[in-house]
């Protein structure tokens, strides 16, 4: 509880001076429930009701233990802003340890929208560290530019000894300037959306190739499918100068076949001439965003049917999922599954408090 207090008794009460329940409490009553499987509002409520007699050994609850409805008011009320920086003070100790390759991918709350905008839902950007695998920063796209959240994490990150790696996106001339400015390198995906810089990134392959530039191949065996995969690294030569695209030196092509489907041709930016079983170790690093993050959260925590939608509720929520996932993962627990720990957290009191304490 003193850490939490550490780092989140800053985060600014958006309510009146004479409101009844504290603000820190609250969220950590919030964290609690959402540790133990709690989907939103409603059912945090139902967490502090139950476990009221657990809550009053760590927290002092004047006023009894608050009504959803003084919960879905809060989340949303409370500024993203401040909640996010809180989170990223919580997650310090892991940021400033964090090595090796930051992915950044945005993910949309697909039912956490208005009336009428089905179509436009927001979007949750991450910075994800395939390392610890933990997110360290969030931020919503503003007008669900993803490109521009990205942006922002950025300048929230200490870069050096890091690559931050991206899809199309992400791959452009502010992206590649912040990365360097902040000591990072980067491998980022050019596609069709720039065919001038895709044509010469397949030039300077081409070119290599001529020059006698080998490959190197990976074959994997996994879920019943078989993938192989060819990498091959070359010098970008004058495509930093021709496109001023800060730091970029070399050029990278992935080759990847999956059973019998046609072969996908992958060109990758780089700031450094990595040797090609590095490059496609990078590259392949990146998805763990997917598998790591996106996918519990879709499926443990269900966040694609979370329908808050009001206010300032589905980032503050969509912030607070990352943070008990985060947590359940730096659990020394190997053996137990996210899904088993929640469950866990739920049933075993002593667990969920364990769980806390291993978080720096």
């Keep these: 509880m003193d850490r939490f207090l550490e780092c989140f008794s800053e985060v600014p009460d958006p309510r009146a001076e004479n409101a009844l329940h504290d603000l820190t409490e609250m969220l950590f009553i919030a964290l609690l ?32 233990v608050p009504s959803h409805d003084t919960f879905s008011r809060v989340f949303r009320l409370l500024d993203p802003d401040g909640f996010e920086k809180s989170f990223r003070r919580f997650m310090k100790a892991f940021a400033q340890a964090a090595r090796g390759v930051i992915a950044l991918d945005g993910k949309a709350l697909r ?12 979007v949750m950007v991450t910075a994800w560290s395939a390392q610890t695998r933990m997110a360290l920063a969030n931020s919503l796209a503003p007008g669900n530019n993803e490109a521009a ?50 044509r010469d990134a397949k030039a300077a392959i081409a070119a290599a190739e001529r020059r006698g530039a080998t490959t190197i191949t990976t074959k994997d065996t996994r879920h019943g499918r078989k993938e192989r995969r060819t990498a091959l690294v070359a010098s970008a030569g004058e495509m930093a100068e021709k496109h001023n695209f800060p730091g970029l030196k070399a050029v990278a092509r992935i080759r990847s076949k999956r059973g019998k489907d046609k072969i996908i041709e992958r060109y990758f930016l780089l700031t450094r001439r990595y040797s090609r079983d590095k490059a496609l ?24 049917l979370a329908r808050h939608r009001k206010d300032n509720a589905p980032v503050n929520l969509a912030v607070l999922r990352r943070l008990a996932l985060n947590i359940a993962r730096a659990h020394p627990d190997a053996k137990t599954s996210l899904r088993g720990k929640f469950k866990r957290a739920g049933w075993d009191e002593s667990f969920l408090f364990d769980m806390l304490s291993h978080m720096r």
Excluded at 34 to 44: F, R
Excluded at 288 to 297: A, D, F, K, M, V
């Design 281 to 304: 170790r990078i590259v392949r690093e990146h998805w763990t965003i997917e598998n790591g993050l996106h996918w519990p959260l879709d499926v443990v925590l269900d966040e694609d």
């Design 111 to 122: 039912r956490a929208y208005e009336r009428g905008k089905s179509h436009m839902p927001p």
């Design 149 to 198: 959240a990205a942006l922002q994490l950025i300048e929230l990150l200490q870069l050096k000894g890091c690559v931050v790696t991206g899809d199309a996106l992400h791959c452009h001339r502010e992206m590649a300037h912040a990365v360097v400015r902040r000591g990072g390198d980067y491998v980022l995906a050019v596609k069709n959306n720039q065919p001038s810089l895709r």
């Design 33 to 64: 429930a959402t540790l133990c499987g709690a989907k939103g509002c409603c059912d945090i409520a139902l967490f502090a009701r139950t476990k009221e007699d657990l809550l009053r050994t760590v927290l002092v609850l004047k006023h009894g």
